[in-house]
């Protein structure tokens, strides 16, 4: 189940395609890594529906905290160039990879840390959004801008 290009074949014309959109969709937590305080997480988009859908550009991403699912700190900086649109079929993946800063890097009272659950993601022109759960002991700054995102690729990003 591999995610097709808009390079790759298909039945129909990528403008004949609908976009992917949260009924379509089921969202991940893919990997985790760290590197020089930075924090990279892949987001994998699932299309769980039974026809293909499309996905181009960036999605919404902001860290959430509480029952409530508030948002901390700003959304997040979009980053990167998008390279067309991404064509999933019927169990196809499309990944995304965001990056924030340990909050331990920062000077507490500039960062203010917060405890986050999770992040909320829009789909690339999407207005519902998925909720996917972070480890536990996962924090953010609430204070400053430190979330980036990156454009929609075909795959699983691995």
Known sequence: MVA???G???AESPAAIPQCNVNSLSLSLGGEEGAASHILRTLLFTNVSGSSCSMQGWPGVSFVAGDDGHQVGPAAERFGT???PVILAPGGVASVLTDSRSPDVYDPNVCQPTDVRGFRVYAPND???????LPAGSRACAAIQDLSVYPVQ???GN
Request: net charge neutral; aromatic share 6%.
């Open 4 to 6: 097709m290009s808009a």
């Open 127 to 133: 207005t519902l959004a998925l909720f996917v759960p």
């Open 8 to 10: 790759s074949a298909s």
């Open 154 to 156: 075909a795959g699983s």
């Open 82 to 84: 998008s390279n067309g």
